[in-house]
């Protein structure tokens, strides 16, 4: 074997030594992508669990949100105030969700979990109200498109209730 062939031997050796690095790295990332996206599901989660805890987390607390969601009783205009802060949370923790989601950041059962219990949410009529009045500015047009779908849907079922009843 002369000297240029041996060279030539080398270079493939190089060359297959290199695919072999990229695969690993592929990989690798890969992995990385894998703890990424379960770490940031995870953290979503420990959010919407701790803000949801301390929506109820005394009973006065309780009877306010039962007051406001289900329209059992009037509201102060302190209370209003507060509320429209814990629906700008609460959905506040959904878009954050939904933009993950989106961006394959999430993974799909937890966060299908989070949208159900942004549609619960928008049960309620005051919930409805803030969504339109001021929930709608300065979201991302699709997340302003999946609540508006939600909401219509919602009152398309109330409707046919109402209807039939």
Same mark, same amino acid.
């Given at each position: !074997?002369t000297l240029e062939e041996i060279s030539y031997v080398g270079q493939a050796v190089a060359a297959i030594a290199v695919l072999v690095?990229?695969?690993?790295? /592929?990989g690798q990332l890969q992995q990385n992508n894998k703890i990424a996206r379960a770490d940031l599901t995870h953290s979503i989660w420990?959010?919407?669990?701790?803000?949801?805890?301390?929506? /109820?987390? %005394?009973?006065?607390?309780?009877?306010? !949100?039962?007051?406001?969601?289900?329209? %059992?009783?009037?509201?102060?205009?302190?209370?209003?105030?507060?509320?429209?802060?814990?629906?700008?949370?609460?959905?506040?923790?959904?878009?954050?969700?939904?933009?993950?989601?989106?961006?394959?950041? !999430?993974?799909?059962?937890?966060?299908?979990?989070?949208?159900?219990?942004?549609?619960? /949410?928008?049960?309620?009529?005051?919930?409805?109200?803030?969504?339109?009045?001021?929930? *709608?500015?300065?979201?991302?047009?699709?997340?302003?498109?999946?609540?508006?779908?939600?909401?219509?849907?919602?009152?398309?079922? *109330?409707?046919?209730?109402?209807?039939?009843?």
């Amino acid at each position: !074997m002369t000297l240029e062939e041996i060279s030539y031997v080398g270079q493939a050796v190089a060359a297959i030594a290199v695919l072999v690095s990229l695969a690993a790295v /592929y990989g690798q990332l890969q992995q990385n992508n894998k703890i990424a996206r379960a770490d940031l599901t995870h953290s979503i989660w420990l959010s919407a669990g701790a803000m949801n805890l301390s929506l /109820y987390d %005394t009973p006065e607390k309780a009877e306010l !949100m039962h007051r406001a969601l289900y329209s %059992t009783g009037p509201l102060t205009e302190i209370e209003k105030l507060q509320m429209r802060s814990v629906i700008g949370v609460a959905l506040g923790v959904h878009e954050a969700a939904f933009n993950a989601h989106k961006r394959g950041l !999430m993974e799909d059962g937890a966060y299908s979990t989070l949208e159900q219990a942004a549609r619960l /949410y928008l049960l309620s009529p005051f919930v409805q109200q803030w969504w339109a009045e001021a929930g *709608r500015r300065g979201h991302d047009p699709a997340y302003v498109a999946l609540m508006d779908e939600m909401v219509a849907k919602i009152n398309a079922k *109330r409707k046919t209730r109402a209807d039939g009843a």
